[in-house]
């Protein structure tokens, strides 16, 4: 616990976790809001579907491009701007269902709408908690960030359903928006000093082509990107289609069983998250491919195993979620300049939107054509896979006296993760 309590003495990493309990909650009230409005103004899984589909496809026009602004502009404005941004956009739900103007069009744009904005909102506030935290509070500052969102998002959703159950959808959203107004006075707070305005030396497309030639030079850590998009594309689908399938039709246990199943996922996410912030993390490649390796086990047993039993996989299955999602972040902040960290960010934002995006389609046809159980089976696999080539290529550098994934600032050290001496 000794490095959680050294977190509690930097002001400005309690107001930005704050904040983000704040901004978690809003969103995750505005989710579940717009999950139901979505099917209960069209009726249509199809229509349903495609305004989801609106919520997520601003990633592909405003992914990369929010990097590169959270680079150039001040970070703490930009949160500020964006979370005010947020509240306006989100009261036109409520306004719409009081004027009867309410329709399906109408969740649509809001839902793209707050989308486009938390990609400008997300890189800055991650790269605000890379400034914000110490080398020697990192492992704890960003486990326990990533332990926050996690339970923030189990807790807001299933309050926003209770809400709904006893008011009504579209008073959700009042709710939303005044937690992102208690998000602004948190941000607002911070006393980070104001950063110098990044002066613009090349055009929009040639920073986003410079941040990738930039990672290019740091091979692990561009791998690290690719399989981190190359397992989401396994489990995101096997998460939202095929858990459903064998949840009704092999445990028998229907929509109360799915809902249980991903409750023990994420507390064993969040165990594993603060779990890992207790230790100095110096090797995270290595972590990262173990974590998806023990996911893959986790999977290919849960599916074919006694519901009692697919419960404890399922914990197992939260714990390498952590130890994938927390070195991941942590690589990104320590072995990236402050000028790309926000880019560097955003394109991970965007390749894992790919994986998940990608991930419905191609288990779904697995599903379809082999079954929920084997598709759980052969997914697994793929994970094992995934840890195998990240494990082989980590060994494969181990020798090489390679420094191109140091920052620039850094000292020589093979693995520079945690020095004594993001989100």
Not at 85 to 105: C, D, E, M, N
Not at 116 to 139: G, N, Q, W
Not at 161 to 175: R, S
Not at 378 to 398: E, H, N, Q, T
Request: hydrophobic share 55%; aromatic share 12%; net charge neutral.
């Amino acid at each position: 616990m000794k490095n959680y309590y050294l977190l509690l003495a930097n002001r400005d990493f309690v107001k930005i976790w704050i904040a983000q309990v704040f901004a978690v909650l809003g969103d995750a009230f505005y989710r579940v809001m717009f999950l139901w409005m979505a099917y209960e103004l069209s009726r249509s899984t199809v229509i349903a579907g495609l305004v989801v589909f609106a919520g997520t496809i601003p990633y592909l026009f405003f992914g990369l491009p929010g990097g590169v602004y959270a680079d150039r502009w001040d970070r703490k404005r930009t949160m500020i701007i964006a979370e005010i941004l947020r509240t306006a956009v989100v009261l036109i739900i409520p306004l719409s269902y009081a004027f009867g103007a309410l329709q399906i069009w109408i969740i649509a744009v809001v839902a793209f709408a707050l989308a486009s904005i938390r990609c400008f909102y997300h890189p800055a506030m991650k790269s605000t908690v890379t400034s914000i935290l110490r080398d020697e509070e990192r492992s704890a500052g960003v486990s326990l960030m990533e332990a926050t969102t996690r339970s923030m998002q189990v807790f807001g959703m299933a309050a926003g359903g209770f809400l709904i159950a006893a008011t009504q959808a579209e008073t959700v959203t009042l709710v939303s928006a005044a937690l992102f107004l208690a998000s602004i006075i948190a941000v607002a707070l911070l006393e980070v000093p104001a950063r110098r305005r990044h002066r613009a030396e090349r055009s929009l497309f040639g920073e986003v082509a410079g941040s990738f030639a930039y990672l290019a030079k740091r091979p692990q850590l561009l791998w690290a990107i690719i399989l981190f998009c190359a397992g989401l594309l396994v489990v995101v689908g096997l998460e939202k289609v095929a858990m459903p399938v064998v949840a009704d039709h092999v445990w028998g246990r229907g929509a109360d069983g799915f809902g249980l199943i991903l409750a023990v996922f994420s507390l064993g996410s969040i165990a594993g998250s603060l779990i890992l912030g207790r230790g100095e993390l110096r090797s995270l490649p290595p972590l990262m491919a173990g974590g998806w390796a023990l996911w893959g086990v986790a999977y290919a047993l849960m599916a074919s195993s006694p519901y009692p039993l697919a419960l404890v996989f399922a914990a197992f299955a939260g714990l390498a979620d952590a130890m994938v999602t927390v070195p991941m972040v942590l690589m990104i902040q320590t072995r990236v300049d402050d000028e790309h960290i926000g880019k560097i960010f955003s394109i991970w934002s965007t390749a894992s939107f790919i994986g998940e995006s990608g991930s419905a389609l191609m288990v779904g046809f697995l599903v379809q054509s082999l079954g929920a159980v084997l598709a759980f089976q052969m997914g697994g696999f793929g994970l094992v896979l995934v840890a195998l080539i990240g494990w082989y290529y980590v060994r494969d550098r181990a020798g090489s006296g390679s420094q191109t994934d140091l920052r620039p600032d850094e000292a020589a050290d093979p693995v520079p993760v945690h020095n004594t001496g993001e989100i």
